[in-house]
């Protein structure tokens, strides 16, 4: 405490609050800074200061505010203190966002706000026009911010394009604030190439979640822009529930793209008043794979054994990947008629019990396999797809699986059938990461790479992968495109700030076309707009086995 006595302190400054001395207080309190007395002390300080008359203390918190103390509980109880005493003395609070040091001004700047002085908004704007300090100029704009003023919408766009990154976001943010149409539309109008901006302006919308302004962040999910439509995605699943309606209510007349992304996002937000809407998409085989194929990706985020006899249809879809996300979705639907159906399915050996037994297999849905391993029929055609068509990685997860329900004999069986000639292990010299926040993309990945003899790690967290591949060696990396949180463009980015596209080549798979362009009929890859993002090539959904393989082979090193 450099030789100060705190209960001498304390005892001088009630004096001086008594007596309305503010030269002595002043004088005493250039030593409440860290350099003189503790943090006790200086606690101690404001409560006492807490009980003086406003006319005395005012000016001593304004003081207060140009010395050094750096505990956040004290800034925080001078703050809340100041705030107490400023309610009331708005001219003061004028003055001092006007004339004063700087973090003294950026206090009464604040307070202007979080007190809701609406007479103190000529002398915010005058600093807004007039300062060129970062610092100064955020604080005041976000003051301004909480009166929500439409006649302060063209006053802020001016800041929209700032140099400073702050100041723009908090323009953008202000005009968020004011709560009509014409604020929204004016965010609208930002959207551009500026990816910061396009962020923000979308965190914007979201803020105010008025019918209005969660109408136009639904309908950003049609955006062609990534960053735009990523952003709506996570800015909607944030607010849970509440974007339910809206989202179905937009099923009607949505092109594939722009359903696909509402059905995910339904998904994600796991609301169960949306099973119906997502149930009618399934029942009515949409003829787009991605669409089928994110219906029961939804639908096995959430769960409903009432409706789950009507996902075993998923289970003969024509597309390997929409089997395999109906295969998951039945698993975490488990109920007695859906048991029964899967069943009854079996029990023929059709090429559709064949192709639902696989999907069951491929997808790792060891939740059924207890219910059907009763049935003969099952425990054949699983026999012969372990043996015969499985992946390594598959067979030696299922047989593990099978141990583990008892089934020891059985998958001794299996493996007996194995041929000699099987494929050997998946090589590990090849480094393949892929990144899929799809569990059973993740799992249908790993399971073409293993049948082309390469071994690869799956991360369905983009944090998780991009610590992994800026720490190890990678030779390849394959990721979707479209994923909450983390875009497979700013994972790219990311990678991109060690790896050039020679080092590290990058394959995005996506059922988005925002790298896809027609022309005279034919689907062509924009190769600009390819180059730009640092991806090397792009593989669209659905895709065949043969193209996979084309694309795998072309980027890993020769």
């Not at 009980?51 to 109880?77: A, C, H, M």
């Not at 998904?267 to 949409?286: L, R, S």
């Not at 996902?311 to 975490?332: F, H, N, T, Y």
């Not at 720490?471 to 983390?486: A, Q, R, Y």
């Amino acid at each position: 405490m450099g030789g100060i006595n705190a209960q001498d302190f304390i005892d001088e400054l009630i004096f001086c609050l008594n007596k309305k001395d503010t030269v002595k207080a002043k004088a005493l309190l250039q030593f409440a800074s860290d350099a003189n007395v503790d943090v006790q002390l200086q606690i101690r300080t404001l409560a006492e200061l807490a009980k003086g008359p406003e006319d005395v203390v005012f000016p001593l918190l304004e003081y207060l505010t140009k010395i050094e103390i750096s505990n956040t509980q004290v800034q925080e109880s001078l703050y809340d203190l100041l705030l107490d005493k400023a309610y009331g003395n708005t001219n003061l609070v004028t003055e001092y966002i006007t004339s004063n040091e700087k973090n003294t001004r950026i206090q009464f700047i604040r307070a202007a706000g979080d007190l809701f002085l609406e007479e103190t908004i000529p002398a915010l704007i005058q600093v807004v026009k007039d300062e060129t300090d970062p610092e100064i100029i955020t604080p005041a704009i976000n003051s301004l911010a909480v009166f929500g003023k439409p006649e302060h919408i063209d006053f802020f766009s001016s800041f929209s394009t700032h140099s400073d990154t702050g100041i723009t976001k908090a323009a953008i943010f202000a005009i968020g604030a004011v709560s009509n149409p014409q604020a929204t539309d004016t965010l609208l109008s930002f959207l551009c190439e500026d990816e910061t901006i396009n962020k923000l302006v979308v965190q914007a919308i979201a803020e105010k979640q008025d019918l209005y302004n969660l109408e136009k962040l639904t309908h950003l999910l049609s955006s062609p822009v990534t960053i735009i439509r990523d952003t709506a995605i996570d800015e909607l699943i944030n607010m849970g529930k509440k974007a339910t309606p809206l989202l179905t209510k937009a099923f009607q007349n949505a092109k594939a793209d722009y359903m696909v992304h509402l059905i995910t996002t339904l998904g994600y937000i796991k609301d169960q008043a949306a099973i119906p809407a997502i149930m009618n998409i399934i029942n009515t085989q949409p003829k787009d794979a991605n669409i089928r194929q994110a219906a029961y990706e939804a639908m096995e985020r959430i769960p409903s054994p009432r409706t789950a006899i009507c996902l075993v249809q998923g289970l003969q879809d024509p597309e390997e990947s929409v089997r395999m996300s109906a295969a998951r979705a039945v698993d975490k639907n488990l109920s007695k008629p859906l048991v029964a159906g899967l069943k009854n399915i079996i029990r023929d050996k059709s090429t559709e019990a064949i192709s639902t037994v696989a999907a069951l297999i491929d997808t790792d849905a060891t939740n059924i396999f207890n219910f059907l391993m009763d049935e003969e029929s099952f425990r054949e055609l699983a026999g012969t797809h372990i043996a015969e068509k499985a992946s390594p990685s598959t067979r030696k997860s299922f047989l593990k699986n099978m141990a583990a329900i008892g089934q020891v004999e059985f998958a001794k069986g299996i493996a007996a059938k194995v041929p000699g000639t099987e494929q050997a292990e998946a090589s590990s010299s090849i480094k393949i990461v892929v990144v899929d926040d799809s569990k059973m993309m993740l799992k249908l990945y790993k399971n073409k790479l293993s049948h082309l003899g390469l071994a690869c790690e799956i991360y369905h967290r983009p944090e998780d992968a991009i610590k992994r591949i800026l720490s190890g060696k990678t030779d390849l990396v394959i990721t979707d495109l479209n994923m909450p949180n983390i875009s497979g463009l700013e994972l790219t980015m990311e990678i991109r700030r060690k790896f050039t596209q020679t080092d590290l080549p990058i394959l995005m798979i996506t059922t988005q076309s925002d790298f896809i362009e027609e022309k005279e009929g034919d689907i062509d890859v924009n190769e600009a707009l390819l180059k730009n993002s640092g991806i090397n090539r792009i593989l669209h959904k659905p895709f065949s086995d043969n193209d996979f393989k084309e694309f795998v082979f072309k980027l890993l090193p020769t």
